[in-house]
């Protein structure tokens, strides 16, 4: 079982930036593979970043180039800095783990999830 909290989520005025933290209880993180997903309102979950064990990554087109995924395994934890935030990236933004070193995309595909860290973004 692996317990995820994220941090680190507020409020911020359009082009500004945040840094969202996500810290897991597992001892074997570096070989859990971790994303990070947002969700709105009346909205399925949506993928946003992922990086694996070897910390290749992957983003989701509209935040490529703004936001960066990255992982510190010795603290057991995955960031998301963002940059250059737009309204549109107002969401509930959570933290995924799953074990193992392949692409996933989908929130299927995680078996882990923390409770969610409000980022909103005025204009």
């Known amino acids: 079982q692996v317990h995820l909290v994220e941090s680190g989520g507020g409020l911020v005025q359009a082009g500004g930036s945040l840094s969202l933290s996500c810290a897991a209880s597992e001892g074997t993180f570096s070989r859990y593979a971790m994303g990070w997903f947002r969700q709105v309102p009346g909205k399925e979950r949506r993928f946003v970043a992922y990086i694996n064990w070897n910390s290749i990554t992957y983003y989701e087109d509209s935040v490529r180039g703004r936001f960066t995924i990255s992982r510190d395994d010795a603290k057991n934890t995955v960031y998301l800095q963002m940059n250059s935030l737009k309204p549109e990236d107002t969401a509930v933004y959570y933290c995924?783990?799953?074990?193992?070193?392949?692409?996933?995309?989908?929130?299927?595909?995680?078996?882990?999830w923390g409770q969610g860290t409000q980022v909103t973004v005025s204009s």
């Open positions: 995924a783990a799953e074990y193992g070193n392949s692409l996933y995309l989908h929130e299927d595909e995680y078996s882990y």
